[in-house]
């Protein structure tokens, strides 16, 4: 189902000549008001509605300060890509000693020390906290469980999860849209897979029975509107 929306979405957001329209859309046009408040913290207007849903603009106003407060010590960023949005966590949080980032084939010109070593190759409790931001609705169902053991065996203190809440054909139909419009690249490699509040509730249970044992502990911040953060500690 995920293929047939990214070719509906693919289709939808072309123009004839193959570029993106949105990438050519005012975006002061289509929501003046999401400019004007945007501007307001600090990011002055540039073309393209396209650039403010993507990881650059919109993510940066919103996704530090909703994770930054969970996070503290040294944390390692799984997914961290460029490492734009763990660059600036540190400043939403004096607890946040390093940021470094995890990518098995990392960019060009990150903004944080990246590391490509596999993460059941690192050593155990080497981070006081594991963090993945929109990671895990690109795994497949099958490799979560794996994904979780492995960051809760790398944490010495917590593992913090921001991502996407799913449920539903509408809902998850939503979110695989928006993901294509601004993340076009890591949707057409691996897909989307979007777990709702009870899938998430299981996985990590399951995974902090399996490493933590007792003394670990889950708890949830929201959901937002279309989002959930899930913060696993040990005590």
């Not at 050519?24 to 289509?30: K, L, R, S």
């Not at 603009?57 to 961290?80: D, E």
């Not at 895990?136 to 794996?146: G, L, M, Q, R, Y």
């Not at 996985?203 to 502990?217: L, N, Q, V």
Request: glycine share 8%; with cysteine.
């Amino acid at each position: 189902m995920n293929h047939a929306i990214h070719s509906f979405v693919s289709k939808l957001i072309r123009t004839k000549d193959g570029r993106h329209w949105l990438a050519h859309t005012n975006p002061e046009a289509v929501c003046p008001a999401f400019v004007r408040g945007l501007a307001r913290q600090g990011h002055g207007p540039e073309p393209g509605l396209l650039h403010w849903l993507s990881n650059d603009v919109v993510r940066k106003a919103y996704v530090p300060g909703f994770v930054a407060p969970h996070l503290t010590g040294t944390v390692l960023s799984v997914g961290s890509g460029t490492g734009a949005l763990e660059a600036v966590l540190p400043t939403h949080n004096t607890k946040i000693r390093q940021v470094v980032g995890y990518e098995p084939a990392p960019p060009r010109n990150t903004l944080i020390p990246t590391t490509t070593t596999p993460l059941s190759k690192l050593q155990a409790c080497s981070y006081d906290t594991v963090l993945f931001i929109d990671v895990i609705h690109h795994v497949t169902p099958a490799d979560v469980p794996t994904l979780l053991r492995n960051a809760l065996t790398l944490a010495k203190k917590r593992v913090v999860i921001k991502d996407h809440l799913g449920g539903g054909l509408w809902r998850n139909g939503w979110l695989h849209f928006l993901d294509a419009l601004g993340n076009r690249e890591d949707v057409m490699a691996h897909g989307t897979h979007y777990l709702t509040m009870e899938e998430w509730k299981s996985s990590t249970k399951t995974a902090i029975a399996a490493t933590w044992g007792k003394a670990g502990r889950s708890f949830t911040v929201g959901p937002k509107p279309w989002d959930v953060l899930v913060v696993l500690t040990k005590a």
